[in-house]
């Protein structure tokens, strides 16, 4: 197993770069390279998931090499509870992307970008040096740019400038925090697991914990940094969107989950009720947000605030089981976002308008997509026996017993967002069927062979989460002694 987080990282970006020397009148061919490579670093995660020890609370297949020895930098990748279920999300979710964006214009420079976009995620979720974890952060901002700048909507260079002035923002602080870290610790290094271990004073632990909070929770996003989504997410390429909302959000979480609680706990659990607010905030404000869209696509973006607002009030209630339905959240969204966002883009395919007031009645004409969208609409208002129930109710209990009120004020979100979504499937698959969607035709094999898989797992997940429980257990058992 020696090498095989180096492998699964940089895999895709060799496909990358085997796309950007094709010759650019083969339009097929790029599609076909994606398509292999995606799915071979699949794969390679599966490899990666049967040779872990489930349960284990250690880094395991680590791979650290000295890199700037001035610096005390290191190539350090490791891979535990926390970080595995995510690249698997990122590697399945990319497979999906690539075949979703089978019939994409000028493909040769997309996919190379997806791909690209593939081995910064991965590699965000499995670095363990700063400098090296800040070097892949950055660098998803560069495919992501692109990807929605060129690839996007009408209104793309605006929602590309956004996206990237926010993303940047934030990043520059969480580099500044960075550097006060290396400079404070003992040793001076920036390997992330022995700085876990420092106990830095409180002072520099609340500096630090700032700028981190910056930069993590304009990726979430959470209120007040959420304005940035919608846009990006209305311009951006369907596949686009999904990988957005599938996996560049858990960005934010992960940062928490791998930096801010064992780093700093001090600091963490003295801003945990702010941090709490906010997170309820995100979940209210973000429900009522989605309930006012007639854009089909704005209704799904907004839901993704309201359902990271979760993952932010699980992670402040900090004990063991909010903290384990913040992660069962973050996976599920990613699924379920990613299935909606898909859908989304299947009935703009066909209808040419994501208007609410301008569909109905495509239940008749497309029972197939249109059982498929009230399934996922389902899952994300969080129907027991599917995986968004489980998350939201595993952070509400454990959030019950430390912040009551809290749990209370974001109770009401549920039924909020149970009801937009319900207004959505009446409005877009009830009723009569107008005229000009007569001529309709029903899913392809295609789009099938994309959300057959999603379905799947978004039922494993809701009626057997206890594989993905038991994976995160260790590494949260290890958070949690550190926040005594």
């Known amino acids: 197993m020696k090498g095989i987080l180096t492998l699964v990282t940089f895999f895709p970006i060799i496909g990358s770069l085997l796309i950007v020397l094709l010759p650019a009148r083969h339009e097929r061919l790029p599609k076909t390279v994606a398509l292999i490579f995606s799915s071979l670093t699949f794969l390679i995660s599966l490899v990666v998931l049967f040779g872990f020890k489930l349960g284990a609370a250690g880094l395991q297949m680590i791979e650290k090499y000295p890199m700037v020895k001035s610096l005390r930098s290191s190539y350090f990748l490791g891979v535990d509870g926390i970080s595995l279920p995510l690249v698997l999300l990122t590697t399945f979710l990319v497979v999906l992307a690539v075949i979703a964006s089978w019939n994409i214009q000028h493909p040769k420079g997309y996919f190379a970008f997806v791909l690209m976009l593939e081995t910064s995620l991965i590699g965000v979720f499995l670095a363990l040096d700063f400098i090296l974890f800040y070097l892949f952060w950055e660098f998803t901002l560069i495919p992501m740019y692109f990807l929605i700048g060129v690839w996007g909507g009408k209104r793309r260079a605006y929602a590309t400038l956004k996206f990237f002035v926010y993303t940047f923002f934030g990043s520059i602080f969480m580099l500044l925090s960075i550097i006060l870290v290396y400079f404070n610790a003992p040793e001076r290094t920036f390997d992330m697991i022995s700085l876990a271990n420092l106990n830095l004073p409180v002072l520099v632990q609340k500096i630090v914990f ?35 909302a599938g996996v560049l959000l858990k960005m934010g979480g992960y940062g928490f989950f791998r930096i801010v609680m064992p780093m700093l706990p001090v600091a963490f ?21 989605a309930m006012a869209q007639q854009d089909l696509k704005k209704l799904v973006a907004y839901s993704s605030v309201s359902h990271m607002g979760y993952v932010v009030l699980g992670l402040a209630a900090a004990n063991s089981l909010a903290i384990n339905g913040a992660m069962v959240q973050m996976i599920s969204h990613g699924l379920t976002s990613g299935m909606l966002f898909l859908l989304v883009g299947f009935f703009y395919e ?9 569909l109905g009645g495509l239940l008749t004409q497309l029972p197939v997509l249109s059982g498929i969208l009230c399934f996922a609409a389902f899952a994300s208002l969080g129907l027991p026996g599917l995986s968004g129930f489980v998350g939201e109710f595993m952070v509400l209990l454990g959030t019950y017993r430390s912040m009551l009120v809290l749990t209370i004020i974001a109770a009401p979100g549920i039924i909020i967002t149970a009801y937009y979504h319900l207004w959505m499937i009446q409005k877009v698959v009830m009723g009569a069927l107008p005229e000009k969607f007569k001529v309709l035709k029903d899913a392809s094999t295609r789009e099938l062979v994309i959300l057959i898989p999603v379905i799947t797992m978004t039922v494993l997940l809701g009626f057997y989460p206890k594989p993905l429980v038991s994976m995160v257990n260790g590494p949260i058992f290890e958070i949690l002694k550190r926040l005594k």
Do not use: M, Q
Request: glycine share 8%; proline share 8%.
């Open 210 to 244: 700032f700028g981190f909070f910056l930069g993590l929770g304009i990726k979430i996003p959470i209120f007040p940094f959420h304005t940035w989504l919608p846009d990006a997410h209305v311009e951006a390429p369907t596949a686009v969107s999904v990988l957005l």
């Open 269 to 289: 659990k003295a801003f945990a009720v702010p941090l709490a607010i906010l997170g309820v905030i995100s979940i209210i404000y973000g429900a009522f947000c």
């Open 350 to 358: 066909r209808t040419h308008t994501r208007n609410i007031s301008d």
